[in-house]
């Protein structure tokens, strides 16, 4: 067999991969996804604390591997790799991205932005595309998931005060003692417990029951001691939406159960900003109405949404050079943002409102649909494993956007599982899924 986890016509025809360059391949695209360029960063170094608008060597050279990589398996499988992707939500929004890259503020930023996005695009499609079938895909994500868990723990243990915040970083010394292991900040490595031990559950329906267990522990252990309150929430209400979903297969049973509280927790969040009635009721309510200082951020952009609301101030230019490192006083709170924390407003800043609409679209959208379009295949309202990872890994990315900026950064490990979860459902739907039997 020759076709991978997302088979095409016409790829039986072709050299067959041996499972060694397969496995290898996927584990170097995943492993430096999860683990980054810049593994145990020292959070008191002065250059680690500035804009990084410039671009990082390591991270560059890393990224030109994986386009190699994802270049060669596309020119492997071939164009009908590409075609279930084709769709009219995905073109329009890369065709949006780049007219927002066109018009960017800052035209050669949004332009190195726009061809890192490209090549994740690129990465992602590959892991996709190279797994001899389902069984093999679980085993590289759990196995590569596996490294991650160990390589956060071994470095508690050997340089704990790269491994965990410490009252001596530059940038919120508040958060000493947070554990983050590989990762920059506790946010980050909080989303990525949530996601190992979505994976971990995963890997334990596909069969690898010790492994799998294994994975879901070490990983809660972590997202506890990260204090990484967003995804320590997240966590439970995704696995219990994603399971409520299964009651029933119908169509508006599902959005109901998984866009419903997406949309009010928008409205709880960046509506309460909006709305002085909602920010009231939310004052009431929360114990911090102010969503750790997000609000204050949300009503500025906002603000900066209002002055380019058609093509935005381009993809990936806004705050690392408009405002990060010099754009504001030197004693606000604007030198220090990065992002909007909310990727739907951070989307929106960059690529104006029809960019934010076109992604609701093929990001929050065409994946119910294609979830939808697999019922002919079912017996019943119920999801196979595949199905349910790549649900879970959705829900989870879009709630966390609803506090952190993660659509489109291409070295963030939560957008490109979620893309991995939009484009598998995408395929999925489109029958190209070599299903793989657990046992």
């Known amino acids: 067999m020759t076709t991978g986890i997302a088979t095409g016509a016409g790829a039986t025809a072709r050299a067959d991969l041996p499972d060694a360059v397969r496995i290898g391949a996927m584990g170097a695209i995943l492993l430096f996804v999860l683990i980054g360029a810049d593994p145990f960063l ?24 994986m386009a190699g990589i ?10 009908e790799a590409l075609r279930p992707l084709a769709t009219l939500p995905i073109l329009a929004t890369l065709g949006w991205i780049g007219v927002s890259t066109a018009l960017s503020i800052e035209p ?3 332009a190195r932005r726009l061809v890192s996005l490209v090549i994740m695009f690129g990465g992602v499609v590959s892991v996709l595309v190279l797994a001899r079938d389902v069984r093999q895909f679980a085993h590289v994500l759990g196995g590569s998931v596996l490294v991650v868990l160990a390589t956060c723990y071994l470095g508690l243990v050997l340089v704990p005060e790269r491994a965990m915040h410490t009252a001596l970083d530059l940038i919120e010394p508040e958060h000493a003692g947070s554990w983050r292991g590989v990762f920059a ?28 267990s294994a994975v879901v522990v070490l990983a809660g252990v972590f997202l506890v001691f990260t204090n990484a309150k967003t995804s320590l929430v997240m966590t439970p209400a995704v696995l219990g939406l994603t399971w409520a979903c299964t009651l029933s297969a119908s169509g ?24 002085s009635g909602l920010g009231a009721l939310v004052a009431a309510l929360a114990a911090d109405p102010t969503y750790t200082g997000r609000t204050e951020i949300w009503s500025f952009a906002l603000d900066n949404i209002a002055k380019k609301p058609l093509t935005g101030f381009g993809y990936g230019a806004f705050w690392e050079s408009v405002f990060y490192g010099g754009g504001g006083d030197a004693t606000t709170w604007v030198n220090r943002a990065t ?51 790549f649900l ?48």
């Open 339 to 389: 992002d909007a924390h909310d990727g739907y407003l951070n989307t929106a800043l960059e690529s104006g409102l029809p960019g934010l609409a076109l992604t609701v679209w093929w990001m929050v959208l065409a994946p119910l649909s294609d979830l939808q379009a697999q019922r002919r295949a079912e017996a019943g309202p119920g999801l196979d494993p595949l199905r349910l990872l």
């Open 42 to 65: 020292d959070g008191t170094a002065a250059e680690n604390a500035a804009s990084r608008a410039g671009g990082n060597l390591v991270n560059q050279g890393l990224f030109l591997v």
């Open 392 to 439: 879970r890994i959705w829900l989870f990315g879009l709630m966390v956007g609803v506090f952190e900026s993660v659509f489109y950064q291409a070295t963030n490990a939560l957008f490109f599982l979620l893309a991995l979860s939009v484009f598998g459902l995408r395929f999925g739907a489109a029958g190209r899924v070599v299903p793989g039997t657990p046992r």
């Open 185 to 212: 900040h506790k946010n980050g490595a909080g989303a990525a417990m949530s996601l190992f031990i979505i994976v971990g559950l995963f890997w334990a329906g596909m069969g690898q029951r010790l492994l799998g």
């Open 252 to 275: 508006a049973w599902r959005r109901l159960v998984l866009l419903g509280p997406l949309a009010l927790l928008l409205l709880l969040t960046v509506g309460s900003v909006m709305s």
């Open 108 to 110: 050669a930023v949004s």
């Open 70 to 79: 994802a270049a060669a398996v596309l020119a492997w499988r071939g164009r």
